[in-house]
């Protein structure tokens, strides 16, 4: 097995997958968490969607968990990144 040197754009790529892994993980979290105050929560909307073969509510709330992640991703992991990119000296030029 050859040993090669992680360039900058394979950490860059590692980051990103973990990034995105935390957030779905959160997101999980979150989810499970309203839940149990609610009874009800965007894990569960989708599926009485399905049920009730309303394509629409599917749809809807699929685009409002993307919504949801992308401005995580930009207003929490996005600084937390570059800070550690500027701390690390990989930022990008």
């Known amino acids: 097995m050859e040993a090669h040197a ?10 990103d997958r973990d990034r995105h892994a935390l957030a779905w993980r959160s997101r999980m979290a979150a989810d499970i968490f309203v839940t149990i105050l609610t009874g009800i929560g965007l894990g569960h909307l989708p599926h009485y969607g399905r049920e009730l073969n309303a394509m629409e509510q599917v749809i809807g709330v699929m685009l409002v968990i993307v919504i949801i992640g992308l401005v995580v991703d ?11 990119h500027r701390r690390w000296g990989t930022a990008r030029t």
């Open 74 to 84: 930009k207003t929490l992991f996005a600084p937390i990144e570059t800070f550690l």
């Open 6 to 15: 992680v360039s900058r754009n394979d950490s860059l790529f590692i980051l």
